[in-house]
């Protein structure tokens, strides 16, 4: 038998760094010289790369291993109708593992956890689901409000899913309900055995655009609106707009802030059709029946909730982690967290988005972005949807300690995405305290005792 020799590689004097690929032969990985591997190269190559480093401080390996995630977002209709099997086979992607499952005797086992509320509406049927499944299943349903957003929820259900004794792997967590929800059971599924699948099915308009979209999960700490969290995606989520039904008026209208966003920064179309039909919207719940409307009325709760779902993957998707700060989904973001946080529970989220995107189209158009009539037009828009335009809480002083927060924590830079016209934004840094406080004064004075100003 020949030895492994303890050194494999020859270290020129000019050059003291190599690259290694990794190949795994008989469920061995062993590393091989070079970027690119000959074609005749037996076993599996990793994507990996390792890269060592010799000088006269020692050795250093860096390690270039890429992570990908896939998921899927998948918008049906009878999600809980036992003639869909969406809610338990949705997620697998592969034929053979599909087929294996389908074809199996063993019962499937699935843990939910499920907003406390959304169980009231809709526990038996659930249930029912589960029975003519025959699934092996535990349902803990819980209060999820922003007021109890905290580690020690997400703490709760890690107890209950190890009482379950899931395998981390086979049996996604099924988180069903608000954000809040689906952003708790999101993180507890993240740190359960360094992380187990989860699917996510929003039962909230804000959720079934924003919440269920992307990748971030998390946790308010130290009075901060999601100070701890992580970014892991689901396996899959899924959307049935007929949950929205059973929520409350000011419900829809809170979702339809978020739907505005994309549209002021993205969607100049998206926009106009929440300017036309935003009523319909609202007292159809979003769902298809244009009963009293013009015709072209029913398709707009599939378009609009379509479109603001593309808009946000497209920004979402190329950068999941945030590793580019110059975001424009946090239009509405920078002083909404504090202002939210500071007087809950009387906003809801996509209220104190809209103040804060509200106040950001004055600044827009006191920097020369807009048009007056743009501005009347998207403030128009927002009294339309039914959304708070201004509040007495959103003090300059909370403008002003917000936008440090932001240079804090986004590399020395204010990054504020602003519209520059229906459906056009930028992100600019550039914004002097004189713009700020010329556009709080107007805001101030011509919003702060309208119908629609919170205080």
């Not at 020129?12 to 032969?25: A, I, P, R, T």
């Not at 899913?161 to 069903?176: C, Q, V, Y």
């Amino acid at each position: 038998m020949g030895k492994t020799p303890l050194v494999d590689t020859v270290y020129d004097n000019k050059k003291k760094q190599k690259e290694f690929s990794l190949v795994q032969v008989k469920d061995t990985w062993r590393r091989k010289v070079g970027k690119k591997l000959s074609k005749t190269t037996k076993g599996c190559v990793s994507a990996a790369k390792i890269y060592e480093s010799i000088s006269e401080k020692g050795t250093s390996w860096t390690v270039v291993s890429p992570i990908v995630f896939t998921y899927k977002v998948i918008e049906t209709e009878g999600l809980l109708d036992p003639s869909n099997d969406t809610v338990l086979l949705g997620h697998i992607r592969d034929p053979q593992e599909l087929e294996s499952i389908k074809n199996t005797t063993k019962p499937l086992r699935r843990f939910v956890v499920i907003d406390q509320v959304v169980y009231k509406l809709y526990g038996p049927k659930l249930t029912e689901y589960f029975e003519v499944h025959n699934v092996v299943y535990k349902i803990l349903p819980l209060p999820t409000t922003e007021e109890n957003k905290s580690m020690e929820m997400a703490m709760k259900i890690l107890e209950e899913a190890h009482k379950f004794s899931l395998d981390r792997r086979t049996e996604p967590i099924i988180a069903i309900g608000g954000g809040v929800c689906l952003d708790i059971v999101g993180l507890a599924a993240s740190l359960y055995r360094r992380r187990t699948p989860y699917i996510r099915i929003p039962t909230t308009l804000l959720s079934y655009i924003d919440a269920s979209v992307g990748a971030k999960t998390g946790v308010n700490f130290a009075n901060c609106k999601n100070k701890l969290g992580s970014y892991i995606p689901p396996v899959a989520t899924f959307l049935d707009r007929s949950f929205i039904q059973t929520v409350p008026r000011r419900h829809i209208s809170n979702g339809m802030a978020e739907m505005l966003k994309m549209a002021l920064m993205k969607h100049r179309g998206l926009f106009e059709l929440l300017e036309m039909h935003g009523k319909f919207l609202l007292d159809s719940r979003f769902q298809s029946d244009s009963r009293g409307y013009e015709s072209n009325c029913s398709e707009a709760a599939s378009l609009s909730t379509r479109v603001a779902i593309e808009t946000m993957l497209e920004e979402l998707a190329p950068n999941l982690w945030e590793d580019d700060l110059n975001r424009l989904v946090d239009f509405g973001h920078l002083i909404s967290p504090k202002l939210e946080m500071k007087v809950l529970p009387s906003l809801l989220h996509g209220e104190a988005v809209n103040i804060d995107m509200s106040y950001m189209v004055y600044v827009s158009q006191e920097k020369g972005l807009l048009t007056e009539e743009e501005k009347q037009r998207i403030v128009s828009c927002m009294v339309g949807l039914e959304l708070p335009v201004w509040h007495s809480e959103c003090t300059m002083d909370l403008v002003l300690h917000s936008l440090c927060e932001r240079l804090k924590h986004s590399g020395g830079l204010v990054r504020m995405p602003l519209p520059v016209g229906l459906g056009q934004a930028g992100i600019f840094n550039d914004t002097s305290d004189e713009i700020l406080h010329g556009a709080y004064k107007k805001w101030c004075d011509e919003l702060g005792t309208s119908p629609n100003s919170s205080s």
